[in-house]
């Protein structure tokens, strides 16, 4: 028998009513000639799950169904990068919220299965564009740039639920299947 394996996570996808100011945030960086994630496909991973057997997918869809949290708002705003300026690798927005308690009951309904170990402490964030490079001459305009959009307002937004996604990598850019929703009280 031939097992398949999916490239999973679990996220919260940001309204579509943000993604006009997504656009503007990303327009900023043009010149920069970064990679930039698709506002439509703009997100919150909660949990990155890896490479994930695909007869595996209908039992994490029911661990996912066990979480327990309310519905909450989050208010999106703030540019920010990791690992830290000089040396940004990834540029993201803000969001606050519930998300650590959000994020507690994803990790505690996911438990049991043997997953991709989270390398870092988990912060809500959106992935707004990948770093590849940035030259010496252009470090200090971008660093200009961030401080000018450290308290960029996106807009306001209400959690609902949370999506079991497929990631499948192209030249092209990702391109994510929502698998299995999961809506929060």
Excluded at 114 to 128: D, Q, W
Excluded at 158 to 174: M, Y
């Amino acid at each position: 028998m031939v097992i398949c394996v999916v490239r999973a996570f679990v996220a919260v996808d940001l309204p579509v009513e943000l993604h006009e100011k997504i656009t503007e945030i990303q327009l900023k960086f043009n010149e920069f000639k970064f990679k930039f994630v698709d506002p439509e496909l703009v997100h919150i991973t909660m949990k990155f799950l890896g490479e994930v057997p695909d007869n595996k997918l209908s039992d994490i869809s029911k661990a996912l169904d066990n979480v327990k949290c309310d519905t909450f708002s989050s208010h999106v705003k703030g540019i920010g990068v990791f690992p830290k300026p000089k040396f940004a690798k990834v540029i993201w927005l803000g969001c606050d919220g519930n998300f650590d308690a959000l994020y507690e009951q994803i990790e505690k309904s996911l438990s049991s299965f043997e997953l991709e170990p989270t390398l870092h402490r988990f912060s809500a964030h959106a992935t707004l564009a990948r770093v590849k490079y940035l030259p010496k001459k252009k470090k200090t305009e971008f660093l200009e740039l961030l401080d000018e959009l450290k308290d960029f307002e996106i807009g306001n937004m209400d959690v609902k639920s949370i999506k079991l996604k497929k990631s499948i990598l192209t030249p092209k850019g990702p391109i994510y299947e929502t698998l299995h929703e999961v809506s929060l009280q």
